[in-house]
């Protein structure tokens, strides 16, 4: 079994800041699929960006940008130009390659607070 | 256009009762999932179903089944309510076993 770990629960910048997000995992998968999910006070599951592990370059969407460390089992999310939009729970998601049906396995979350 | 809807968004009921969500996705993927997001903020997978068929569960109680009766349709039936049952739950559904899910906007469900 996999495991997401991400070891802030709450984060807080200034707008227009660069913040990181970090989220490390586990598994003894050779090929899978990482996720950033965005949840705003709406509660609506947005997909912010996703990585595919065999995939060396690391995935960018316009201001979000992920640091993908496959040895290290890292995978941490950067986002430029914060803006007040931003702020929401972060989760990192795992899912292994061929194993949708297993679902996706979260971490717990990091609350992002953007501060005008 | 919705991709994933559920309904009702908001359920509260008494513990003891039945009740059901029901979920649609009109993308036309193969493959739908019932997650539930507990108090703190907690996801974590419930069921998939593909083509008709479970193809996973999870240690979620018998109480929970889900019921496809074709496939852009997931409801997810609960009996005999407890108080720990109190959650959101999301429906999701992907193109295929490894493409993204997209989600429902959730149900949160109150247990009194």
């Known amino acids: 079994a996999q495991t997401v770990t991400q070891s802030q629960p709450e984060m807080s910048v200034q707008e227009a800041e660069t913040v990181t997000l970090s989220c490390t995992y586990d598994t003894s998968e050779s090929n899978y699929y990482l996720f950033w999910y965005k949840q705003p006070p709406s509660r609506q599951m947005i997909l912010v960006i996703r990585q595919e592990a065999y995939k060396q370059q690391n995935a960018t969407e316009n201001r979000f940008s992920v640091n993908f460390q496959k040895a290290a089992k890292s995978f941490s999310l950067k986002i430029s130009d914060s803006q007040l939009g931003d702020t929401a729970m972060y989760f990192c998601a795992f899912m292994k390659l061929g194993g949708g049906a297993d679902g996706l396995t979260f971490g717990k979350g990091t609350h992002l607070i953007i501060q005008p | 256009d919705t991709a994933v809807s559920q309904t009702p968004k908001y359920l509260v009921t008494q513990m003891g009762n039945d009740k059901s969500i029901k979920c649609e996705q009109n993308?036309?993927?193969?493959?739908m999932y019932w997650y539930k997001q507990d108090s703190k903020k907690f996801l974590k997978i419930m069921f998939s179903?593909?083509?008709?068929?479970?193809?996973i569960n999870e240690t979620v109680p018998n109480r929970f089944s889900p019921k496809s009766p074709d496939k852009a349709h997931l409801n997810l039936h609960i009996n005999s309510l407890e108080l720990g049952d109190s959650a959101v739950y999301f429906c999701?559904?992907?193109?295929?076993?490894?493409?993204?899910?997209?989600f429902g906007p959730g149900t949160r469900l109150t247990v009194l």
């Open positions: 999701a559904s992907s193109q295929d076993r490894t493409g993204e899910q997209f």
């Open positions: 993308l036309g993927h193969d493959t």
């Open positions: 179903y593909n083509n008709k068929e479970l193809i």
